[in-house]
């Protein structure tokens, strides 16, 4: 199956704002950054929990934690996604016990990725509190899960896929909803 445009959701402007507000956001729910860390998971969550760091740091001065995390084996999918699939490295070169966690993710669809996300935090210890930030949130949840930070909703029909690109990876900054075609 192809894929095709639809339309432009985000470009990097509106992408630098909710960011930023989601860094305002973070700041006040938790009255300061004193324990807080960005976790980003990795691919795309990573570059947006780095520029996260960074507003917070222009806003407070202060520099969080942060790392990201690799959820390959954490997967319910993965048989499906490849024979020998690609692991990478979990970055998080700093204790989480007793620290506010903030996941961040470029988009929120069914959950499934969040849930492996918090196994493979766990893993690594045992955070005060686990927060969610997400770029998008375009609904279609199978599990109970919901994100404290949302930069944009976008309702979506199944149909559609909603791309973010981001400049470390992909060379630009934008978000795009995509739709299946024949």
Do not use: C
């Not at 909710?18 to 938790?30: D, P, Q």
């Not at 024979?83 to 998080?92: A, D, G, K, S």
């Not at 609904?139 to 981001?166: F, Q």
Request: charged share 30%; net charge neutral; glycine share 8%.
């Amino acid at each position: 199956m192809k894929m095709r445009e639809k339309n432009s959701i985000m470009d990097e402007v509106a992408m630098k704002r909710a960011l930023t507000r989601i860094a305002h956001e973070i700041i006040e729910k938790n009255k300061g950054v004193d324990n807080i860390a960005i976790i980003g998971i990795r691919r795309r969550g990573g570059p947006l929990g780095e520029r996260i760091v960074d507003a917070i740091e222009q806003i407070e001065g202060v520099k969080v934690p942060s790392g990201v995390l690799d959820i390959t084996l954490y997967r319910d999918d993965l048989t499906t996604l490849a024979e020998q699939p690609l692991v990478h490295r979990t970055e998080v070169n700093f204790n989480i016990k007793g620290k506010n966690v903030v996941l961040v993710d470029d988009v929120l669809f069914t959950g499934r990725t969040v849930r492996a996300a918090l196994d493979a935090l766990i893993d690594l210890g045992r955070p005060q509190s686990i927060q969610l930030a997400v770029l998008v949130d375009r609904g279609h949840r199978e599990l109970p899960i919901k994100a404290d930070y949302i930069g944009k909703n976008v309702p979506t029909s199944k149909k559609e896929v909603i791309s973010v690109y981001v400049k470390e990876l992909d060379g630009k900054d934008e978000v795009v909803i995509q739709e299946f075609v024949d």
